[in-house]
């Protein structure tokens, strides 16, 4: 994005407050206006007192009384207009911060998984805080000094022409000499800049990257080799700061000479006028103070430029996510999928993660209500991919996916959602206490309900035994509890929600036997009723499934009832037998399956 086209984005930001945004510009305007008559007012009063040899004292002094009447009525409107816009510039930017927070919080979180899977979240959080806090700033600067700056250049310089075009000439030069310096040093540091922004987020990357795994750097040793890697990137970013720093530091250094030699000269061409009768004293005077308050302004403008140039690639990235478009949206048009029976088809279903290599190819299956489905095969197949387009985290490329009929697409992602409820394998939890984890899914459950849930999940009698019991906060991510607390709860959670259609991605891998046991009773009294995909490894998890679906490479090359799926002998039978140890057939399956009439013997012979 250009310097430009950042710019009228950051005020295009302030639209929603048009009216109040108008107000302070012309108060702003008000404000340059009142301040280019006090050097004027000034000079006046110089050429009143010069120019009373021979005039009435009565009349001198009524005059200089009628200017300086002027002058305090231009000092208090000035008073008036700037009280307006520090008053409200102020709470304006304060405001439009927080919401433009809010609106890229939005955003982000409604982007897919693979928006995220691309990004860390480290460095999403520090384009935000960074975004945000630039726009403060640009906003706050705009009312506070850009526009009177404007205001100056557009309509002081116009007026200096007119009342002594030789003086106002030396101020011309000196707004074209700045502009010119302006542009030189941003053409000479613009990529440079880009890559010191380029450094801040891979150190904002690392040490997210870091700060998160802190159990891994310290139980490997990490903590020099971490050190040592975040000081190097340092050590770069500085290797390319310094030079920005320098081109700026040395057009600070030009534009302070420019403003002294213009004073001087305004002085010098002052004096040579007066002398040939072509300026008054007053006339000098006021282009003195012109002078003053122009390069003040301009070196404003030029300390905006160049924190401009230096937050551009920032506000760049912050303006890039806020237009990166989701993959996975509603339609204009979408419906509202009710509460659903839970009847789900796939059609032809292919999708692919990089374009290049097919996660699921050509998946068809049908599902009636309250059938249990069981998704087996080795990690990669496909299993998890489709239950990840059934609830839309990814959309196919071809085919379709229909829950009692209705294409999926053609509802919204928070109907859809409401009627799917998943135990995911990563069972990851809010920084929060554990009844707001468990109210994820039902933010309206009361105590009772939660206790109901958790008794359920096997996760009640842990959480009394936590210092606040269900108020007790839980490490980020869960850290504080165990990989077997931690997924009943997410059991729990979803018990809660009561959905229709439910997804348990290993939902009892992190559980010990006697637990998972437990568990296995309270899923099978959850999913009475409903339509359950059970994404297994552990297949002796799954013979009560009432259909279990093979993948293999992103294709369903079986599916069928357990028995029956190990009678064929097949990909499912290799399977079983990999976990047992050999091929099962025969007698073996027989015992597998656990016939009492069948004598128990080694189901496989070692191979």
């Known amino acids: 994005m250009s310097f430009i086209a950042i710019y009228g984005r950051v005020l295009g930001l302030l639209r929603p407050e048009f009216g109040l945004a108008l107000t302070l510009a012309l108060a702003n305007i008000a404000v340059a206006g009142l301040q280019f008559?006090?050097?004027?007012?000034?000079?006046?009063?110089?050429?009143?007192?010069?120019?009373?040899?021979?005039?009435?004292?009565?009349?001198?002094?009524?005059?200089?009384?009628?200017?300086?009447?002027?002058?305090?009525?231009?000092?208090?409107?000035?008073?008036?207009?700037?009280?307006?816009?520090?008053?409200?510039?102020?709470?304006?930017?304060?405001?439009?911060?927080?919401?433009?927070?809010?609106?890229?919080?939005?955003?982000?979180?409604?982007?897919?998984?693979?928006?995220?899977?691309?990004?860390?979240?480290?460095?999403?959080?520090?384009?935000?805080?960074?975004?945000?806090?630039?726009?403060?700033?640009?906003?706050?600067?705009?009312f506070r000094e850009h526009l009177a700056t404007f205001v100056a250049i557009f309509v002081m310089l116009p007026l200096s022409l007119f009342m002594n075009w030789r003086l106002g000439l030396l101020l011309i030069g000196l707004i074209i000499f700045f502009a010119i310096t302006n542009a030189w040093i941003v053409a000479r540091t613009d990529n440079l800049q880009r890559a010191v922004e380029d450094y801040h987020s891979k150190l904002a990357g690392r040490a997210g990257d870091a700060l998160?795994?802190?159990?891994?750097?310290?139980?490997?040793?990490?903590?020099?080799?971490?050190?040592?890697?975040?000081?190097?990137?340092?050590?770069?970013?500085?290797?390319?700061?310094?030079?920005?720093?320098?081109?700026?530091?040395?057009?600070?250094?030009?534009?302070?000479?420019?403003?002294?030699?213009?004073?001087?000269?305004?002085?010098?061409?002052?004096?040579?006028?007066?002398?040939?009768?072509?300026?008054?004293?007053?006339?000098?005077?006021?282009?003195?103070?012109?002078?003053?308050?122009?390069?003040?302004?301009?070196?404003?403008?030029?300390?905006?430029?160049?924190?401009?140039?230096?937050?551009?690639?920032?506000?760049?990235?912050?303006?890039?996510?806020?237009?990166?478009?989701?993959?996975?949206?509603?339609?204009?048009?979408?419906?509202?999928?009710?509460?659903?029976?839970?009847?789900?088809?796939?059609?032809?279903?292919?999708?692919?993660?990089?374009?290049?290599?097919?996660?699921?190819?050509?998946?068809?299956?049908?599902?009636?209500?309250?059938?249990?489905?069981?998704?087996?095969?080795?990690?990669?197949?496909?299993?998890?991919?489709?239950?990840?387009?059934?609830?839309?985290?990814?959309?196919?490329?071809?085919?379709?996916?229909?829950?009692?009929?209705?294409?999926?697409?053609?509802?919204?992602?928070?109907?859809?959602?409401r009627n799917v409820g998943v135990v995911f394998q990563d069972n990851t939890m809010f920084y929060r206490t554990l009844a707001e984890n468990l109210r994820v899914g039902k933010p309206d459950a009361t105590d009772a309900e939660l206790v109901e849930a958790a008794t359920l999940a096997e996760a009640h009698e842990f959480i009394e035994r936590q210092s606040d019991g269900y108020n007790t906060q839980v490490g980020e991510r869960g850290a504080t509890l165990s990989g077997g607390e931690r997924q009943r709860i997410s059991i729990a959670r979803a018990l809660l929600k009561n959905p229709p259609i439910l997804i348990l991605d290993e939902a009892t891998s992190a559980l010990d036997a006697v637990t998972e046991a437990k568990i296995q009773n309270a899923l099978k009294t959850l999913m009475k009723g409903r339509t359950t995909f059970v994404i297994a490894h552990r297949l002796s998890t799954i013979r009560d499934a009432d259909l279990v679906v093979v993948f293999d490479q992103g294709e369903a090359v079986e599916i069928g009832g357990y028995q029956e799926l190990l009678e064929r002998n097949g990909a499912f039978a290799r399977l079983v037998a990999t976990q047992q140890g050999g091929t099962l057939t025969g007698t073996a399956v027989r015992q597998y399956m656990g016939d009492p009439d069948e004598p128990a013997s080694s189901p496989a012979a070692p191979g």
């Open 212 to 417: 998160g795994n802190v159990h891994l750097i310290q139980s490997f040793v990490r903590l020099s080799a971490e050190t040592r890697m975040l000081h190097e990137t340092i050590r770069e970013l500085l290797s390319v700061q310094f030079p920005v720093l320098n081109w700026w530091a040395l057009l600070s250094v030009l534009t302070r000479a420019a403003a002294t030699v213009t004073t001087l000269a305004i002085f010098m061409l002052g004096t040579w006028l007066h002398l040939n009768g072509q300026a008054s004293v007053g006339e000098i005077v006021s282009f003195m103070g012109f002078a003053a308050m122009l390069i003040g302004r301009m070196e404003q403008a030029s300390s905006f430029v160049a924190r401009m140039f230096f937050q551009m690639p920032a506000l760049a990235d912050f303006f890039t996510v806020l237009e990166t478009e989701s993959t996975v949206r509603d339609k204009p048009n979408a419906g509202t999928l009710p509460r659903v029976q839970g009847a789900v088809e796939f059609s032809n279903v292919a999708f692919s993660y990089d374009g290049r290599r097919p996660a699921l190819k050509d998946f068809s299956l049908k599902v009636t209500p309250g059938m249990t489905v069981a998704l087996v095969g080795p990690t990669g197949a496909g299993k998890s991919t489709s239950m990840a387009l059934l609830h839309r985290m990814w959309d196919p490329q071809s085919g379709s996916i229909r829950i009692d009929g209705v294409d999926i697409r053609d509802v919204t992602l928070e109907s859809l959602r």
């Open 37 to 142: 008559l006090e050097p004027v007012l000034f000079g006046r009063v110089v050429d009143t007192l010069t120019g009373s040899a021979g005039r009435p004292k009565d009349e001198v002094w009524g005059d200089t009384l009628s200017l300086l009447g002027i002058w305090i009525a231009v000092g208090i409107g000035g008073i008036v207009a700037n009280i307006v816009v520090s008053l409200h510039a102020d709470r304006m930017a304060h405001r439009n911060r927080l919401a433009a927070m809010a609106r890229y919080f939005e955003h982000v979180l409604a982007l897919p998984f693979a928006f995220h899977n691309a990004q860390h979240s480290g460095r999403l959080l520090k384009i935000m805080l960074q975004g945000v806090d630039h726009l403060f700033g640009l906003w706050l600067m705009f």
